[in-house]
Nanobody, 120 residues
Framework: VQLQASGGGLVQAGGSLRLSCAASGIIHSIFDMAWYRQDPGKQREWVAI???????NYADSVKGRFTISRDNARNTVYLQMKSLKPEDTSVYYC???????????????WGQGTLVTVSS
């Protein structure tokens, strides 16, 4: 099981981008899905989370500008980013709690990062 993120790129301040992250492999169920971001030399920062029933929560720094959503049929999580600021520049990582048959438990899975650059 792996997560594949896409959608990063270069955008001007005030612009928008949508990130996608799809889980592949044999997927039984996915609990929480989330987005994090990380700048060089800094700790990974939580951005947004969505539960399997659609409950969402956001970091204060992105509240009102970013929207997390998911398509359970496609095992995909999205992050719609609007009113982007230069300080949103970062590598964005997706995350999911995916049920592992081997351990009969939800295991954390990370996607590869996708770079978002916001120019001023």
């Amino acid at each position: 099981v792996q997560l594949q993120a896409s959608g990063g790129g270069l955008v001007q301040a005030g612009g928008s981008l949508r990130l996608s992250c799809a889980a592949s492999g044999i997927i039984h169920s996915i609990f929480d899905m989330a987005w994090y971001r990380q700048d060089p030399g800094k700790q990974r920062e939580w951005v947004a989370i969505i539960s399997n029933v659609g409950s969402t929560n956001y970091a204060d720094s992105v509240k009102g500008r970013f929207t997390i959503s998911r398509d359970n049929a496609r095992n995909t999580v999205y992050l719609q980013m609007k009113s982007l600021k230069p300080e949103d520049t970062s590598v964005y990582y997706c995350y999911a709690d995916i049920f592992a048959v081997e351990s009969a438990a939800y295991e954390p899975v990370w996607g590869q990062g996708t770079l978002v650059t916001v120019s001023s």
